[in-house]
């Protein structure tokens, strides 16, 4: 008995229209980042008094909480023992032990870091620090948010606000970074397509939401890789899981910032504009 079934012509001609693999370029890599469900932050001015007090550095916000609780905190002579009170850091006076508080100015500092520097405020081999290269940026301690092997470059971003950074850190908010990887071997469609795809790795599965030949995709050692994961050095595993070697890593976008007029080994500041998009997503 003959199928009934007939032969879908959309479907084909969709298959025709469709560039083969080795035609696509990295356009969706240097489109600008738009995160895909954001609102703007209502800011009236208020901070909960928990958070300035860790601002402040008195405590963290739970121990902050715990401190309030006790009756040890005083907004303008008067005790506060609610959970959730909030202040005006302009004009309210907020004292702690006898002690006039100030909180701590948030700082948002973006390095473009060189190779052969470990990603920690300190190494127990002696080793070079990232830190050592933004020591005059600020008075303020500032931490770099997530990190980069010691032989990747690019940007890196520093700050002292941890709701900035713990956002940043959660792949659900969709903040992308992309990476320039240059092999010693050419890279096939079909390991691009794996990437895409998802790879096995020790610690699970990694996945790339863009994979692709930099440029018009002759050079086939030049990829374009652009992830939302932060796991530690997961671009380089992921191509040492395909058996390629790196001569190269460069991180030249992270959660839309770019390295624009930004030389290797240097670092900036994130304008007003930068910082209120990284606030966004909440």
Same mark, same amino acid.
């Given at each position: 008995m003959a199928s009934s079934?007939?032969? $879908?012509? /959309?479907?084909n001609n969709q298959k025709a229209k469709r560039k083969p693999l080795e035609k696509r370029t990295s356009s969706k890599l240097t489109k600008p980042y738009v995160p895909p469900k954001t609102k703007i932050r209502e800011d009236d001015g208020l901070m909960r008094l928990n958070r300035y007090l860790a601002h402040a550095g008195i405590a963290s916000r739970r121990e902050a909480?715990?401190? @309030?609780?006790?009756?040890? !905190?005083?907004? $303008?002579?008067?005790?506060?023992?609610?959970?959730?009170?909030?202040?005006?850091p302009k004009v309210d006076?907020?004292? &702690?032990?006898?002690?006039?508080?100030?909180?701590?100015?948030?700082?948002?500092?973006?390095? $473009?870091?060189?190779?052969? *520097? !470990?990603?920690?405020?300190?190494?127990?081999?002696? /080793?070079?620090?990232?830190?050592?290269?933004?020591?005059?940026?600020?008075? #303020?301690?500032? *931490?770099?948010?997530?990190?980069? =092997?010691?032989?990747?470059?690019?940007?890196?971003? +520093?700050?002292n606000d941890g709701d900035v950074a713990k956002r940043l850190l959660q792949p659900r908010f969709g903040f992308p970074k992309i990476y320039h990887v240059e092999t010693v071997d050419k890279v096939t469609t079909a390991q691009l397509a794996q990437m895409r795809e998802g790879i096995k790795l020790e610690d699970g599965y990694a996945k790339a939401e863009e994979?692709? *030949?930099?440029? =018009?995709?002759? =050079?086939?050692?030049? @990829?374009?890789?652009?992830? $939302?994961?932060?796991?530690?050095?997961?671009?380089? /595993?992921?191509? #040492?899981?395909?058996?390629?070697?790196?001569?190269?890593?460069?991180?030249?976008? &992270?959660?839309?910032?770019?390295k624009k007029d930004l030389p290797r080994g240097? *670092? /900036?500041?994130?304008? #007003?504009? #930068? !910082?209120? +998009?990284?606030?966004?997503i909440r």
């Open positions: 079934s007939k032969p $879908n012509p /959309r479907s909480d715990k401190l @309030i609780e006790l009756g040890l !905190v005083t907004v $303008n002579g008067k005790t506060i023992k609610e959970l959730g009170a909030k202040v005006d006076v907020v004292k &702690y032990d006898d002690r006039t508080l100030k909180p701590e100015v948030s700082r948002y500092v973006l390095l $473009n870091k060189p190779k052969d *520097y !470990v990603t920690s405020s300190e190494d127990p081999m002696e /080793r070079r620090t990232v830190t050592m290269l933004i020591l005059s940026a600020c008075k #303020e301690r500032i *931490y770099p948010v997530g990190k980069l =092997d010691r032989n990747s470059t690019g940007l890196l971003l +520093f700050t994979a692709e *030949y930099v440029g =018009d995709g002759k =050079d086939q050692h030049s @990829i374009g890789v652009r992830i $939302n994961s932060d796991k530690s050095a997961l671009v380089r /595993r992921m191509f #040492e899981q395909l058996g390629h070697k790196i001569k190269k890593l460069d991180r030249v976008m &992270y959660a839309g910032l770019t240097r *670092y /900036r500041h994130l304008t #007003e504009q #930068e !910082v209120a +998009f990284l606030k966004m």
